[in-house]
């Protein structure tokens, strides 16, 4: 497989957090990178196309955000009532 090298620039702490957790997952820093890397751009990916849904069926995506916001408040006050209510 061919690789293209190139020089990647990051601070000093976030250098060795990446050197740890490339250790941890027994893999060189190079494939973590390279994993790191597949899923961002997957993730970029992903974006673009919700972004194409969210234009092509009318939506807000403010809306949509907020709508799951409000619905993961009341997951959360459903929560506390309900442990409330187990404490009681």
Same mark, same amino acid.
């Given at each position: 497989?061919?690789?293209?090298?190139?020089?990647?620039?990051?601070?000093?702490? !976030?250098?060795?957090? *990446?050197? /740890?957790?490339?250790? &941890?997952?027994?893999? @060189?820093?190079?494939?973590?990178?390279? %994993? +790191?890397?597949?899923?961002?751009?997957?993730?970029?990916? !992903?974006?673009?196309? *919700?972004? /194409?849904?969210?234009? &092509?069926?009318?939506? @807000?995506?403010?809306?949509?955000?907020? %709508? +799951?916001?409000?619905?993961?408040?009341?997951?959360?006050?459903?929560?506390?009532?309900?442990? /409330?209510?187990?404490?009681?």
């Amino acid at each position: 497989m061919a690789v293209e090298k190139f020089s990647v620039s990051l601070d000093p702490e !976030l250098s060795r957090a *990446l050197r /740890e957790a490339a250790d &941890e997952d027994d893999v @060189s820093v190079s494939a973590w990178m390279a %994993e +790191a890397v597949r899923q961002r751009l997957r993730n970029h990916m !992903l974006g673009l196309w *919700l972004d /194409e849904v969210i234009a &092509e069926q009318g939506w @807000s995506r403010e809306e949509l955000l907020r %709508e +799951a916001r409000e619905e993961d408040e009341a997951e959360e006050r459903q929560a506390r009532a309900n442990a /409330e209510k187990r404490s009681a």
